[in-house]
């Protein structure tokens, strides 16, 4: 069963903080690389950060330093905490699971139904 369930979003400032979580089915949670990517309006979505099997870390280069990928594996959950956010962050924030180019960001095969982050100056 495929399952990925997003929470966290929100409104902040810049310069705040959110920590995003994607709840998994056991099934999406064994995937060899979830990760986060988002779409801000008229604009196509991206990759911001992906975590694999080991848990390594991949992440965009607009969000390093900012942005940290995790996995709690007693809850089936993936956490994108991130911070000192900027205007530029603002964007629909999808989960990904099952990523099949999981190191260049690309290649999703299942998405969440994604949660709003919106940054404000």
């Known amino acids: 069963q495929v399952q990925l369930v997003e929470s966290g979003g929100g409104s902040v400032q810049a310069g705040g903080s959110l920590n995003l979580s994607c709840a998994a089915s056991p099934y999406t949670y064994s995937s060899y690389c979830m990760g986060w990517f988002r779409q801000a309006p008229g604009e196509e979505r991206e990759g911001v950060a992906a975590?694999?099997?080991?848990?390594?870390?991949i992440y965009a280069d607009s969000v390093k330093g900012r942005f940290t990928i995790s996995k709690d594996n007693a809850k089936n959950t993936l956490h994108l905490q991130m911070n000192s956010l900027k205007p530029e962050d603002t964007a629909m924030y999808y989960c990904a699971a099952d990523i099949a180019y999981c190191y260049i960001l690309q290649g999703p095969n299942y998405w969440g139904q994604g949660t709003q982050v919106t940054v404000s100056s």
């Open positions: 975590i694999d099997h080991e848990g390594s870390p």
